[in-house]
């Protein structure tokens, strides 16, 4: 209970010197323009999300202007704490440093305060984009004699929200490598009747309805991420379109891979004798297996089987799904060398994309 009372009366004396020291701005007419805009952010973010900068604890509040003139005797500094647009529960402080020519002639400068962003340490790129927000020309636009530090803040928000995005999907891209590698370090596989183990060694046998046909191998491409989905192409050559199922069915075995939204959208053509056998599957992703079959038509591969996997974040990507796994599918005949034997023809040569082989 004390301590809740505690808290509430330094939020109230926070906001209580705000107000004063808005008050006192006002009473000079070069910093009407500078005590407006605090008043104004202060009714946008709320009473407590602004208060005077302190540079350590029990130091006195810096920033404060020499009233007994119209000019300033350095630099007003106030801090705002904001939360992430997209994740409320995520928090930042932002350090406004305002100079005393400002909005005259000088604009404002915004320093990242917090050394994390949620679990994630801040990187030196993202703390110096911030400080040249109104410097550079991904920035925000200044104009002299115009207040901006709203507009710097909402920029501010966006790229660090953009950022802790990226580092979330490059985790959730690290935890399906991880656990796709402790699959395949660690093949666990159940018999199909109680007695089954008296009849063989559990760690040999496989069933053979999950088990890849003799001389197949499978190519693995890096993960996309977008929006915290996620999209692996894999791809494989093939001499008879019976193997189809049985790879489909080895993939769909693996646990990572059968808890995805889309697990094995998959397109196929095989060359026997003078037929050509193909065929594909949206797997419940509307239209998505027949455009992988049209990316293989056009490059003209044959004995080829094309899968791509889509684990769903919980965003709605639209039409750039599509994009996305189309181009994991094309990484995938890359890293398998698929794409070198069309370019060949044409009289040129491509490296193997990156990924992995299993």
Same mark, same amino acid.
């Given at each position: 209970?004390?301590?809740?009372?505690?808290?509430?009366?330094?939020?109230?004396?926070?906001?209580?010197?705000?107000?004063?020291?808005?008050?006192?701005?006002?009473?000079?007419?070069?910093?009407?323009?500078?005590?407006?805009?605090?008043?104004?952010?202060?009714?946008?973010?709320?009473?407590?999300?602004?208060?005077?900068?302190?540079?350590?604890?029990?130091?006195?509040?810096?920033?404060?202007?020499?009233?007994?003139?119209?000019?300033?005797?350095?630099?007003?500094?106030?801090?705002?704490?904001?939360?992430?647009?997209?994740? &409320?529960? @995520?928090?930042? $402080?932002?350090? *406004?440093? =305002?100079?005393?020519?400002?909005?005259? !002639?000088? /604009?404002? #400068?915004?320093?990242?305060?917090?050394?994390?962003?949620?679990?994630?340490?801040?990187?030196?790129?993202?703390?110096?984009?911030?400080?040249?927000?109104?410097?550079?020309?991904?920035?925000?636009?200044?104009?002299?004699?115009?207040?901006?530090?709203?507009?710097?803040?909402?920029?501010?928000?966006?790229?660090?929200?953009?950022?802790?995005?990226?580092?979330?999907?490059?985790?959730?891209?690290?935890?399906?490598?991880?656990?796709?590698?402790?699959?395949?370090?660690?093949?666990?596989?159940?018999?199909?009747?109680?007695?089954?183990?008296?009849?063989?060694?559990?760690?040999?046998?496989?069933?053979?309805?999950?088990?890849?046909?003799?001389?197949?191998?499978?190519?693995?491409? &890096?993960? @996309?991420?977008? $929006?915290?989905? *996620?999209? =692996?192409?894999?791809?494989?050559?093939? !001499?008879? /379109?019976? #193997?189809?199922?049985?790879?489909?069915?080895?993939?769909?075995?693996?646990?990572?891979?059968?808890?995805?939204?889309?697990?094995?959208?998959?397109?196929?053509?095989?060359?026997?004798?003078?037929?050509?056998?193909?065929?594909?599957?949206?797997?419940?992703?509307?239209?998505?297996?027949?455009?992988?079959?049209?990316?293989?038509?056009?490059?003209?591969?044959?004995?080829?089987?094309?899968?791509?996997?889509?684990?769903?974040?919980?965003?709605?990507?639209?039409?750039?799904?599509?994009?996305?796994?189309?181009?994991?599918?094309?990484?995938?005949?890359?890293?398998?060398?698929?794409?070198?034997?069309?370019?060949?023809?044409?009289?040129?040569?491509?490296?193997?994309?990156?990924?992995?082989?299993?």
């Amino acid at each position: 209970m004390d301590t809740n009372v505690s808290t509430q009366s330094t939020d109230s004396d926070t906001a209580m010197e705000l107000r004063d020291f808005i008050a006192k701005l006002m009473q000079s007419s070069d910093l009407e323009s500078v005590a407006s805009e605090i008043d104004v952010l202060q009714s946008i973010y709320g009473d407590h999300a602004i208060h005077l900068y302190r540079s350590s604890p029990g130091s006195p509040r810096s920033g404060i202007p020499n009233h007994s003139s119209s000019n300033a005797s350095g630099a007003i500094r106030y801090e705002i704490s904001l939360n992430l647009p997209s994740h &409320e529960d @995520i928090s930042i $402080r932002i350090l *406004v440093s =305002i100079p005393p020519t400002y909005p005259a !002639s000088n /604009p404002p #400068q915004l320093q990242l305060l917090s050394r994390y962003i949620g679990a994630f340490g801040v990187d030196s790129s993202l703390f110096g984009s911030i400080l040249r927000t109104f410097i550079s020309v991904s920035g925000v636009e200044w104009t002299p004699e115009s207040v901006c530090v709203f507009d710097g803040l909402q920029n501010v928000l966006e790229r660090c929200e953009a950022w802790y995005e990226d580092k979330l999907n490059r985790e959730t891209a690290g935890e399906l490598l991880r656990e796709d590698a402790h699959t395949h370090n660690h093949v666990s596989v159940e018999p199909d009747e109680p007695f089954a183990s008296s009849i063989a060694d559990e760690k040999d046998r496989v069933p053979l309805d999950t088990a890849l046909p003799e001389g197949i191998k499978i190519v693995e491409a &890096e993960p @996309i991420v977008d $929006r915290k989905s *996620v999209f =692996i192409g894999r791809a494989c050559r093939i !001499s008879d /379109p019976s #193997q189809v199922p049985l790879i489909l069915n080895n993939l769909m075995s693996e646990r990572h891979i059968s808890r995805a939204a889309h697990p094995i959208i998959n397109a196929w053509r095989c060359q026997v004798g003078s037929v050509l056998h193909q065929d594909n599957d949206d797997d419940g992703e509307t239209a998505a297996g027949s455009r992988l079959a049209h990316l293989l038509s056009i490059l003209e591969i044959n004995n080829v089987l094309v899968v791509v996997t889509r684990w769903f974040g919980g965003i709605h990507l639209g039409p750039d799904r599509f994009k996305h796994i189309n181009h994991a599918a094309r990484n995938a005949l890359e890293l398998g060398g698929f794409l070198e034997q069309t370019d060949e023809s044409r009289g040129g040569g491509r490296n193997a994309g990156k990924g992995r082989k299993r």
